[in-house]
């Protein structure tokens, strides 16, 4: 079975289900892997493209072939994936000149692992569909370190029969994946997962700055959280991080304020209020105002240290 992945194994001479990893998710190719059967896989002739090209270089350099377009790794592939930033970028990989859909045609499948609004994700099911192509949306909760570990959850919608088929894949990139139905119910599940999560994490920041402002010793606080009912993964892994003010980037501050943006249009479009997710999006929006875009979306709390000092 062809295959084209966003997501970027470490090549070897010859991968097995056991040893696919991923690269880390800010970088975004088109992987072609042209050899897979299950259930032992092996993986091999893997195609590569990005938008800019230099980002190919480590894997071409341990031998892939690199496509120039998207039009070219879609037409070269049985089975497409693509992850983009942002729902612009998505359309444009898709749709536009040179897109993956104009390789596209029957028999064939595109997987678009982005985070985009339902609007987005069915305006690019319209055009994969329109060529005898299956379409699937698949978005991912999981950032770096999942995706390096194979620990992604994928949250799909779409054509069953391109579930199914891309199913063995979904399973050596991550850890589960739910099938929900129609497209458009795989990026309105992201869109809250991510909600939730900006949420959590401002509401965090909050407790740090405040614990540090009225004489607490913020590290004591995050030890306090992780015992408790309230404990989290995400405050575990970023917490000693926050009280040292440091912002490795894992899932970049930029991405999360869109992904609430698109939250509170998906909620707009079906009149539900969600008054702590609006906050929590006018906070994101001074954190990005003071040049954080780029930092993780954990260096939210800068924002609240800021209005301290106003």
């Known amino acids: 079975m062809a295959m084209c992945s966003t997501f970027c ?4 001479t010859h991968l097995n289900s056991k040893s696919f990893s991923l690269f880390p998710l800010k970088t975004r190719f088109f992987v072609s892997i042209k050899a897979f059967s299950a259930p032992k896989a092996e993986l091999c002739d893997v195609t590569v493209w990005n938008r800019t090209k230099s980002k190919c270089e480590p894997l071409i350099s341990l031998g892939a072939k690199y496509k120039s377009s998207p039009e070219e790794v879609a037409a070269s592939c049985d089975v ?3 992850m983009l930033a942002d729902p612009e970028s998505a359309a444009d990989v898709a749709c536009g000149q040179n897109g993956a859909a104009k390789g596209m045609g029957p028999g064939k499948g595109y997987v678009d692992v982005s985070t985009v609004d ?3 994700s069915k305006l690019i099911c319209e055009h994969i569909r ?4 299956h379409f699937l949306e698949a978005p991912v909760s999981g950032s770096k370190k999942p995706a390096e570990d194979g620990q992604l959850i994928f949250l799909t919608a779409g054509d069953s029969v391109l579930y199914e088929k891309a199913a063995p894949l979904l399973d050596i990139m991550g850890k589960s994946r739910f099938y929900l139905g129609e497209v458009g119910n795989g990026a309105a599940m992201k869109l809250v997962v991510n909600m939730v999560m900006g949420s ?3 509401s965090f920041s909050e407790g740090i700055v405040l614990s540090e402002k009225v004489g607490l010793d913020p590290s004591v606080l995050v030890e306090v959280i992780s015992q408790g009912a309230i404990s989290a993964p995400m405050y575990a892994v970023k917490g000693p991080s926050m009280v040292k003010s440091s912002y490795p980037t894992a899932f970049p501050l ?7 943006r698109l939250a509170l249009g998906l909620a707009e479009s079906v009149s539900q209020p969600i008054p702590i997710a609006a906050a929590t999006n006018e906070l994101y929006k001074v954190a990005k105002s003071h040049g954080l875009s780029d930092q993780d979306f954990s260096a939210v709390i800068e924002a609240l240290k800021v209005k301290l000092q106003q």
């Open 9 to 12: 194994p470490r090549l070897s």
């Open 118 to 120: 339902v609007e987005t």
């Open 130 to 133: 329109a060529t005898g192509a």
């Open 200 to 202: 959590m994490m401002a």
């Open 254 to 260: 930029k991405h999360q304020q869109k992904d609430l």
């Open 80 to 82: 497409t994936f693509a």
